[in-house]
T-cell receptor, first 113, second 110 residues
Framework: EPEVTQTPSHQVTQMGQEVILRCVPI?????FYWYRQILGQKVEFLVS????????KSEIFDDQFSVERPDGSNFTLKIRSTKLEDSAMYFC???????????FGPGTRLTVL | GNSVTQMEGPVTLSEEAFLTINCTYT??????LFWYVQYPGEGLQLLLK?????DKGSNKGFEATYRKETTSFHLEKGSVQVSDSAVYFC?????????FGTGTRLTVIP
C-alpha cells in the first residue's frame, strides 16, 4: 500500500541553524501539506502546496519557513534559522484531490537546543 | 474561525469496555469531520469521516455521527481491544487544510 515517508525520524539542531525536513508523498498525489505538533498541543497546519506553489499558509509559516518540491518525488520544509520554539513533531501529508483524505507520514521530531 | 475541542486524556479502559471520546467544533460553513488515529511510532491514519449533517462514519467498530445541532462528532466503540491503544484526533476541513483537536491518548488494558 502506498505511504508517505519522512526523513529523518529525529533531527537535533542548534538554535540558529538551518534544517531541511524531507517528505516523499504518495506518487500520484497532487496536494501536499506540512503540519506540526508541539509536545502536548494541537496538530497545527503550516502550509499547503499545489501545482508548484503555496496555496495556503498559516500565521506560523513566516519568512523563516519555505517549502519546495525540488524534483518529482520529494517535498521539503526548510527552517532557515531555527528557534527553540520550533521544537515539535512535523508531519507531512498528501492527497489526490483537494478536500479529500489526507495521508500522513510518520513525522520528524525536531529538537532545537 | 474554525476550531476543534476534544476531550482531554489520557483515557484508560479495560478490554471490552465502552469508549466515548468527545469532540465539538466551531466552523464557518459546512465542514467535513474526521477522526484520525496515531498508533505508536506511526503517522496519522484516517479512522472515519462524515461529510454532512447526520452522516455516520464507521470503521473497525468505531462510529461517529455528525451532529450539526450540537456541533459534535463524538467517537464511540462498543467494546475496545488492547490493539485500539493509540492517540485519537478529531479534525475538520478548512479551506485547504485540516484543523485538529489536541488528541486523546487511549490505553486499553487486558
Amino acid at each position: 500500500e502506498p505511504e508517505v515517508t519522512q526523513t529523518p525520524s529525529h533531527q537535533v539542531t542548534q538554535m540558529g541553524q538551518e534544517v531541511i525536513l524531507r517528505c516523499v508523498p504518495i506518487s500520484n498525489h497532487l496536494y501536499f501539506y506540512w503540519y506540526r505538533q508541539i509536545l502536548g498541543q494541537k496538530v497545527e497546519f503550516l502550509v499547503s502546496f499545489y501545482n508548484n506553489e503555496i496555496s495556503e499558509k498559516s500565521e506560523i509559516f513566516d519568512d523563516q519557513f519555505s517549502v519546495e518540491r525540488p524534483d518529482g518525488s520529494n517535498f521539503t520544509l526548510k527552517i532557515r534559522s531555527t528557534k527553540l520554539e520550533d521544537s515539535a513533531m512535523y508531519f507531512c501529508a498528501s492527497s489526490g484531490l483537494a478536500f479529500n483524505e489526507q495521508f500522513f507520514g510518520p513525522g520528524t521530531r525536531l529538537t532545537v537546543l | 474561525g474554525n476550531s476543534v475541542t476534544q476531550m482531554e486524556g489520557p483515557v484508560t479502559l479495560s478490554e471490552e469496555a465502552f469508549l466515548t471520546i468527545n469532540c465539538t467544533y466551531t466552523a464557518t460553513g459546512y465542514p467535513s469531520l474526521f477522526w484520525y488515529v496515531q498508533y505508536p511510532g506511526e503517522g496519522l491514519q484516517l479512522l472515519l469521516k462524515a461529510t454532512k449533517a447526520d452522516d455516520k462514519g464507521s470503521n473497525k467498530g468505531f462510529e461517529a455521527t455528525y451532529r450539526k445541532e450540537t456541533t459534535s462528532f463524538h467517537l464511540e466503540k462498543g467494546s475496545v481491544q488492547v490493539s485500539d491503544s493509540a492517540v485519537y484526533f478529531c479534525a475538520l476541513t478548512g479551506a485547504n487544510n485540516l484543523f485538529f483537536g489536541t488528541g486523546t491518548r487511549l490505553t486499553v488494558i487486558p
